[in-house]
């Protein structure tokens, strides 16, 4: 709804920039009508000051009654320049109307000199970009010419060339003052007809020719140019406007391309008693090319990577959500993460023609055992927490995906513990720039990092965000910013599995063997002591009855649970069916020289162990001793 | 596991070290029999030994027996997780301790 919203408004941009033209308009000639009002204004004070002087001469009625009223009305736009009345449709025509009345007045009043006049009415249409406007200009000015024309003859100041006889030889001609004479439009008519009379020549008619059509002749040629030059102005206002409008349009599609990239990249991060996932991206432009991605494949291994891609802008951004989408595709499908990337790499080469490289590297942990494989396509070096410090893991090197077909990936394994984590970034972290061009740099990363061991990943995120965003100043972010780490946080159960020879010493092996994981869990060395015991009790009945004299195999699996914190282990023997808790309990009471040492094992474990269970299942003596940490 | 004797006339003193299990039994078993020939106080140093199994029991016992007739065993630094066994399995009684 919101990105309708924005293309409707596109597409109101030239109706909405036509009608801030006209606003810019309707402005600047209220202020042209101001100029003229003060102007005319300042004329007729001084005709009323100079007139009967030998400087200026008119008694004209017209501009002692029509001057203040076309200076009043004039005036009157521009204090309505701030008013809503601007915005009317209206206004335009009304202005328009002003100043043809104006000028038109003026022209009556004084004929000689104003035909300039009506060039104002048509320059100032112009400036609508409209050609209705300049029509009306135009229609209105050949009208007001005609009108003001034979009007002037009668009622404006004297023309001796419009009449066509001159003031000193017309009194005597005519037997008047001169007064009676200049100012009275009948004794004008007189002389007209008298004229026509004496040289049959139609003084009307040579008004017309000599003057009329010569004035409406120059404006009709400034009517033309101003049609060219509004017209001109219109078509690049209106592909100025479609430009914006394009530009709009494309910024628009680009921020709906942003969105629908940004809702293909998980942001979900689960957080969970087993571990936790975080992922952060920072586009440097609408539409970037880094993406990182998590999910689980069908064995409940979470598999996650990150991926950036050479190109920015909307080639790496197509290119970024194809190897997002192969990646995940082949890693639920294949097994070898080194395989996920030569497939995906395969995919990538195909009509690669633009050149457009992928660097990836891909984690899948197994949530039971904290086993970790990583696959690197030429991609930064993560960097990995353990033991509460973090350090660069460098994988093999790989190469980029999309530029050789036959690349052979390569898989690392690592074991993670409890408290481990494990961050991938893009280069847009380490090679961020400030504005003296230095690097952020991966010792900045590692060492900011190793200041904050005992943060969670989203204050680490926080914190290198921040640090980042402060090295790079007033520098502008040049590369998408992404990352995403995981955490582990050890497995609800573990469960692991050793097979021994039957062979006294490997009592040692099956306690090493057990120790291991006992010891990430808990440092309760009286339990581990009581369970050492109890392995010593039950693998040497084992090797004791279960093959003898034969050597066999035994089974120990443990599974540790955390919540509450407990061991199990199982001891597995294919040998005779042998139920260790059958034997009689040794009295403990008895001295040392009535003793026997018989049953003394079994009776330890007993005491020990929070359970101890015996079952003999498909030719298997099992054994389970189970023991709350 | 670790077995240091000291002789000192007819005394044996036998600092254990590590764990005492049905592994390392039968090596201090063959230490100690050929070494208990007039001893008429036998001392056990188990500072440093960590836990031990009943094959460890079995061997104090015999001992113990062994001592009974020619002499005295006495048994020092035992730690918690092993008094914890012999408490529980009785041999608090058969035994004597001495720090």
């Known amino acids: 709804m919101k990105d309708n919203r924005k293309l409707l408004m596109a597409d109101d941009f030239d109706i909405k920039s036509f009608k801030e033209n006209e606003m810019a308009a309707n402005k600047s000639l209220s202020v042209a009508a101001f100029a003229l009002a003060i102007f005319l204004a300042v004329l007729w004070i001084l005709i009323m000051v100079l007139s009967n002087t030998r400087i200026l001469h008119t008694s004209n009625r017209l501009v002692h009654i029509g001057f203040p009223i076309a200076f009043v009305l004039l005036g009157i736009p521009f204090f309505q320049r701030k008013r809503k009345i601007m915005e009317h449709p209206g206004f335009k025509y009304a202005l328009l109307g002003l100043f043809i009345f104006a000028i038109s007045l003026i022209n009556i009043a004084e004929p000689v000199h104003s035909i300039l006049g009506f060039a104002i009415i048509i320059v100032g249409a112009c400036h609508y970009y409209s050609k209705s406007m300049l029509r009306v200009a135009f229609i209105g000015s050949l009208i007001m010419i005609f009108i003001s024309l034979y009007a002037g003859t009668f009622l404006g100041d004297w023309d001796a060339n419009l009449i066509g006889i001159s003031e000193i030889s017309a009194p005597s001609f005519l037997e008047i003052t001169k007064e009676e004479f200049v100012d009275n439009p009948h004794t004008r008519w007189l002389i007209i007809r008298k004229l026509f009379e004496e040289e049959k020549v139609n003084r009307y008619l040579n008004i017309f020719v000599n003057y009329y059509l010569t004035r409406a002749g120059a404006i009709t040629i400034i009517y033309l140019i101003a049609l060219q030059l509004s017209g001109r102005t219109y078509k690049m206002l209106t592909s100025v406007s479609q430009n914006v409008k394009k530009e709009e349009r494309m910024a628009n599609e680009l921020s709906l391309a942003k969105d629908i990239q940004l809702s293909f990249i998980p942001k979900d991060f689960p957080n969970n008693d087993e571990y936790q996932i975080l992922g952060a991206i920072h586009s440097a432009k609408e539409v970037g090319g880094d993406f990182y991605d998590y999910f689980q494949n069908d064995k409940s291994e979470v598999i996650f990577d990150i991926g950036d891609v050479s190109g920015k802008g909307i080639p790496g951004s197509l290119t970024m959500m194809r190897a997002k989408t192969l990646i995940k595709s082949f890693a639920l499908k294949t097994e070898e993460l080194s395989e996920v990337l030569e497939q995906t790499n395969k995919e990538l080469c195909e009509n690669n023609d633009s050149n457009v490289f992928v660097t990836a590297v891909i984690g899948k942990i197994n949530l039971d055992s904290g086993e970790m494989v990583l696959s690197n396509a030429a991609h930064n070096p993560p960097l990995l927490k353990r033991n509460g410090k973090f350090e660069y893991l460098i994988l093999p090197k790989g190469f980029v995906l999309g530029g050789f077909d036959s690349i052979i990936y390569k898989n690392t394994k690592i074991q993670l513990f409890e408290g481990d984590q494990i961050i991938f970034y893009t280069d847009g972290v380490t090679e961020a720039m400030n504005e003296k061009d230095e690097m952020f740099g991966e010792e900045r990363l590692l060492k900011l990092f190793n200041d904050n061991t005992d943060k969670s990943l989203k204050e680490l995120f926080i914190l290198a965000s921040q640090a980042i965003e402060k090295f790079r100043g007033k520098a502008e972010q040049s590369d998408d910013i992404t990352a995403i780490g995981f955490e582990y946080k050890g497995s609800e159960v573990m469960t692991r599995e050793i097979v021994v020879s039957t062979l006294p010493e490997n009592v040692d092996v099956l306690s090493e063997f057990v120790n291991s994981y006992l010891n990430k869990y808990t440092t309760n060395n009286r339990a581990i002591a009581q369970i050492n015991v109890a392995i010593d009790e039950l693998f040497s009945n084992i090797v004791k009855f279960a093959y003898h004299p034969e050597i066999g195999k035994a089974t120990l699996r443990i599974e540790l649970r955390k919540n509450p914190l407990s061991i199990t282990i199982t001891f597995i023997d294919h040998g005779r069916p042998f139920n260790p808790l059958d034997i009689a309990s040794p009295d403990v009471y008895k001295s040392a020289e009535e003793r026997n040492i018989g049953g003394l094992g079994i009776f330890i474990v007993k005491k020990t162990m929070d359970e101890i269970t015996y079952e003999y299942k498909g030719g298997q003596n099992i054994l389970t001793i189970k023991k709350h940490l | ?99």
Not at chain 2, 2 to 20: E, M, V, Y
Not at chain 2, 47 to 57: C, P
Not at chain 2, 75 to 89: A, C, K, P, Q, S
């Open chain 2, 1 to 99: 596991m670790d077995i240091i004797k000291t002789f000192d006339g007819d005394t044996l003193t036998i600092a254990l070290g590590g764990k005492l299990d049905s592994n390392s039994a039968p090596e201090l078993e063959a230490e100690l029999f050929k070494s208990l020939e007039g001893i008429k106080l036998l001392i056990w140093d188990f500072e440093k030994l960590y836990y031990l199994s009943s094959a460890g029991l079995r061997i104090l016992l015999s001992t113990q027996k062994i001592m009974n007739k020619q002499g005295k065993m006495i048994l020092r630094h035992v730690n918690e997780i092993i008094m914890e066994t012999f408490d529980m399995t009785g041999f608090t009684s058969i035994l004597t301790f001495e720090d």
